[in-house]
């Protein structure tokens, strides 16, 4: 990468990361965010490994992926506060991981616009600082698409064999 690129992805990141970490603690927080939390803490204490996460809406209940990830903040720290801030970090990272899709594969132009729209729109910011099981997937997602066309396009094997496995890991 080149230093202007450097300087671009640095101005992007504090971007989403001044509007996802800012009142980190005004976000929502009800039944599913704390079944959820409540599962990754007894992961995180050692009291159980969940072969299932929360049960979803219809009654059926969500892969356990969504609890794996969560217990890595409740392994340091009991409070949801700090769970909201690794999920926000985590979509950070994810800002990073599709400006750098869009710069390789795409352009400067685009990656910028597709960055800056990802780190500003309302929406994103909102769902990328939840502690919902849908709403921290979006970063392994995006480094998977970034593993495939790694090794789609530019032919690295191992980037293949560890795309597939990562997206149904993140897709669950």
Do not use: C
């Not at 970490?21 to 409540?38: I, K, P, T, Y």
């Not at 352009?107 to 910028?112: D, E, F, I, M, R």
């Not at 066309?149 to 890991?169: D, H, N, Q, S, T």
């Amino acid at each position: 990468l080149k230093a202007r690129d450097v300087a671009v992805l640095a101005f992007i990141l504090i971007v989403a990361a001044l509007i996802r970490f800012s009142e980190a603690g005004r976000v929502e927080f009800f039944h599913d965010e704390a079944m959820l939390s409540m599962l990754a803490q007894e992961m995180a204490d050692g009291q159980t490994f969940p072969l299932t996460g929360i049960v979803s809406s219809v009654g059926l209940p969500n892969p356990p992926t969504s609890v794996w990830v969560m217990a890595l903040p409740y392994l340091f720290n009991s409070s949801p506060l700090v769970a909201t801030l690794f999920v926000a970090a985590l979509n950070v990272i994810g800002v990073g991981v599709l400006w750098f899709i869009a710069r390789r594969y795409l352009g400067a132009t685009v990656a910028l616009i597709a960055a800056l729209v990802y780190a500003l729109n309302p929406w994103a910011v909102l769902y990328s600082r939840k502690i919902w099981a849908q709403d921290f997937m979006t970063p392994f997602i995006l480094l998977a698409v970034l593993l495939a066309l790694y090794g789609l396009i530019e032919g690295k094997r191992w980037a293949r064999v560890v795309a597939l496995p990562l997206m149904l890991f993140a897709a669950q």
